[in-house]
């Protein structure tokens, strides 16, 4: 059983700092792309960051410049550094791979339980 495991959220003034987890588990023979998307209150999921399955990095225009993605790939991780946070940026925090699980036939979308940001103003 494959699972994306999130942890890093909290409650946060805005101008602060939070770097959220996410790590990979189970019997993985490929991990095409990682990221993480949010989901505020009242609107669709959408992307944040993202290693894609093309080598590329993809950011939200909206955090450009104080967002960072990284990862750990013998640990099957990514990081979100978020700086410079702000209420805009309060939301449920989901981390997203596409990824080839041991003894399936194809790669496909797994995605964590999501973990909670607020940002007080």
């Known amino acids: 059983q494959v699972q994306l495991v999130e942890s890093g959220g909290g409650l946060v003034q805005a101008g602060g700092s939070l770097t959220l987890s996410c790590r990979a588990s189970?019997?993985?023979?490929?991990?095409?792309?990682m990221g993480w998307f949010r989901r505020a209150p009242g609107t669709q999921r959408d992307l944040v960051a993202e290693?894609?399955?093309?080598?590329?990095?993809m950011y939200a225009d909206s955090v450009k410049g104080r967002f960072t993605i990284s990862r750990d790939n013998a640990q099957s991780t990514v990081y979100l550094q978020m700086n410079n946070l702000k209420p805009d940026d309060t939301a449920v925090y989901y981390c997203?791979?596409?990824?080839?699980?041991?003894?399936?036939?194809?790669?496909?979308?797994?995605w964590g339980q999501g973990t909670q940001v607020t940002v007080s103003s």
């Open positions: 997203k791979s596409d990824l080839w699980p041991m003894g399936a036939t194809s790669s496909y979308d797994h």
């Open positions: 189970g019997r993985i023979r490929l991990i095409r792309s």
């Open positions: 290693f894609t399955r093309y080598g590329d990095i």
